[in-house]
């Protein structure tokens, strides 16, 4: 049967979970060997082989994709102390003690209390003007 342009000959589609046939397979062959592969690798670390080691580490430590940050920063409830917690951050990065990556995440934090701050401010003061009238 010719199917026409758009149309599926399975307009259901393939059932949630279904595997690939050949998936199937290949991973029915890694598990029965699965041990046995370890131990090999795991033995030509140990042996000094290199790609060995990292494939070993990379699995039973994955890389981090963050960490902890201690930084002392001060009160941020004013503009002044926004403004000192940003100049901590930036020297922080520059001592090398935060990745720059992490020195922005800080700083974009920093940021957002600024702009709460700030609305908070606004705020007090139209609520101060509006009583005054």
């Known amino acids: 049967m010719v199917w026409k342009k758009g149309e599926s000959g399975n307009p259901i589609g393939k059932p949630a979970g279904a595997r690939n046939k050949a998936t199937v397979m290949v991973t029915a062959i890694m598990e029965r060997g699965a041990r046995e592969i370890t131990e090999a690798v795991v033995g030509l670390a140990k042996e000094g082989d290199l790609s060995a080691a990292r494939l070993?580490?990379?699995?039973?430590?994955?890389?981090?994709?963050?960490?902890?940050?201690?930084?002392?920063?001060?009160?941020?409830?004013?503009?002044?102390?926004?403004?000192?917690?940003?100049?901590?951050?930036?020297?922080a990065v520059a001592a090398g003690d935060l990745l720059p990556g992490e020195g922005s995440t800080l700083a974009g934090i920093v940021e957002a209390r600024r702009k709460a701050v700030e609305t908070l401010e606004l705020e007090q003061r139209i609520t101060a003007l509006e009583e005054k009238k």
């Open 56 to 91: 070993v580490l990379e699995r039973l430590v994955p890389p981090a994709k963050e960490r902890p940050i201690c930084l002392s920063l001060p009160d941020t409830s004013t503009a002044d102390g926004i403004a000192q917690a940003q100049n901590v951050i930036l020297q």
